[in-house]
């Protein structure tokens, strides 16, 4: 279902028309007589119909009912109703992380039930409408005033200068057909030297680069042009990843046998940025074996012309990308900025009363902002419908996963872009068959958290607020997560319909294609829950389990045989399951993702 979100901590619609529920009289035609037969309830009426959009978990009002007596009455939903429920006895409200959003839907429907003490019912649909909440007044937007100067006090340009740059990676693997390769005389050394530029791994790699068009953009008129427009000094993918900055991470990912998921590195090191090197050879070499006049071919004998896909059935580029939103974006984001070891509790804390080196934020600020700079999303993210986030059509201003709520008619790359994991988890949402609302629970997680840490700059939190902020930031993290392991289900369930064309044993060049993508994003984005410190992978009784995810999904599609790749369809389900239980998921939304 296509419905979102909100986590905002204003308070929703009080109830203010409480309804009286009409009794029956209790006396009878003749004196002494039989009381009269119990009647059923004949109406339902609640004392608000509204509630705010992005409100997750909102409360409409109090029910009542019309009947013959004023005690005795039960109200209830369906049990399957996939937006609502009833608490403490009359309350109607949303479910816990469920909001609804007004550019998707101007109002819900809800068909309550209420049972009298005789066990006599009355049902009735009940329409509630969706109140919008303009972003221009703050609310729901990922803005805060510096207190300590004028103008705004959010800052993560490096984050969206990390976001570019992984960006422009993969636009320019996307690229790498044997046309391409062959028309601007590439060889397999040349692409591993862009690549390690656009990485950073080598002193002054961002200088070479910073001053680049910003390729991946197509035609979309920004404010920025440049790697340097976005954040001017060394932004390199390389000394982010994880183990590279050792000091702020919950495990030692330079260590051999600590970073799990893959097994075969080549001649590169066992470690997160190991692999992306392993990567960048497989691909110089595929493009080698093009230019030797060697004809790349699947299995089944068909020509491999995008040189990112290997025989084995990798997609190198998706692989890439999805082990950087991890090993990079993930890792920053929960264990560096999100984690408790930098200043997330009152034992260790990071400075809220003084400016950061000068800026118009203190130091617990802008970590904050840094750890949702990493989760990717627009400043007025819940503005959007998870179609306008997902890019998949809507109002012509969002359509295409920006917007330019400035007015200025250009799209700024810090403020008005939606990037990485935050576009997966309005994907995610989209195509739930039970409603899911990851996107609008992490984003106003983000805005409650910083809220908290804004209103006290000028003192360090108390232990009650240290709290409440931990809330939020726990909120913001699970659902972050959370949308990772749909995705990881969904593309589950895609390699899982691939594998039966394969079995079939005669498949096209992109049916093969379709194989060595979505096992790639599969792959990738599984290895991505081992960097988050809050992970419930981590958990004792999950002890083990990330490994044997991983032993269940493999290191490349099984291409072999029909009973192999039964086998393994029968493996993905078995991780398909695994990933349901450890993340609570709906299983019509796990079979449907």
Known sequence: MNL????????????????????????????????????APTNITVSASSVNDDLVGGVVGTLSATDDSTSGLTFSLAADEALFEIVDGTTLKLKEGIALNFEQQSDATVTVTVTD????????????????????????IYEFDSKLGAGSSVSYGGQIARHALSAEIKHYIGQLTGDYVTTNSLTGDMVKARLHALWGDVDGSYEVVKDDSL??????DTVQHSFADISSSGKELSAKVAGNDPSKMHKAWQEEGNFL????????AKTPEGLIFHYFDLLAANIDKYNGGEILLDPAGNTITKLYIT???LDLNQLIQKHTLGALMFS????????????????????????????????????????????????????????????????????????DYSGDTLIDLKLEYNWGNSTNAAKRDRGATVTTDYSAAAMNAFIAGRKIINDNVGSALSAEQMDALKVQRDIAVANWENAIAA?????????????AVVAAGTYTADDFANLAKHFSEMKGFAMNFQFSPFSPFNAEANAGKFGELHGLLGDMPVLTDETAVADYQADLMAARELLQSIYGFKADNVANW
């Open 4 to 39: 979102r979100k909100s986590l905002i901590t204003t308070a929703v619609l009080a109830a203010t028309l409480g309804l009286t529920a009409c009794g029956g009289g209790s006396g009878s035609d003749n004196d002494g007589g039989t009381p009269p037969a119990n009647q």
């Open 261 to 268: 998921g893959w097994t075969d590195f080549g001649t590169q």
């Open 117 to 140: 003490a005789g066990g006599l019912t009355f049902s009735k649909e009940i329409t509630i409408s969706v109140a919008d909440v303009d972003s221009e007044n703050g609310v729901n």
């Open 487 to 499: 995705t990881v289900v969904h593309y589950i369930n895609e390699v899982h319909a691939d594998l």
């Open 332 to 403: 920053q984001g929960t264990d560096d900025y999100l984690e408790e070891s930098i200043g997330f509790n009152t034992e260790n804390v990071v400075d809220n009363v003084n400016a950061d080196d000068g800026a118009a934020y203190t130091t617990l600020e802008h970590h904050f902002d840094e750890g949702f700079g990493y989760f990717g999303a627009a400043r007025n993210y819940l503005e959007y419908s998870d179609d306008e986030i997902a890019g998949k059509g809507g109002r012509e201003a969002f359509a295409s996963g920006y917007n």
């Open 215 to 220: 390729s991946f953009l197509g035609d979309i």
């Open 311 to 313: 025989e084995s059935g």
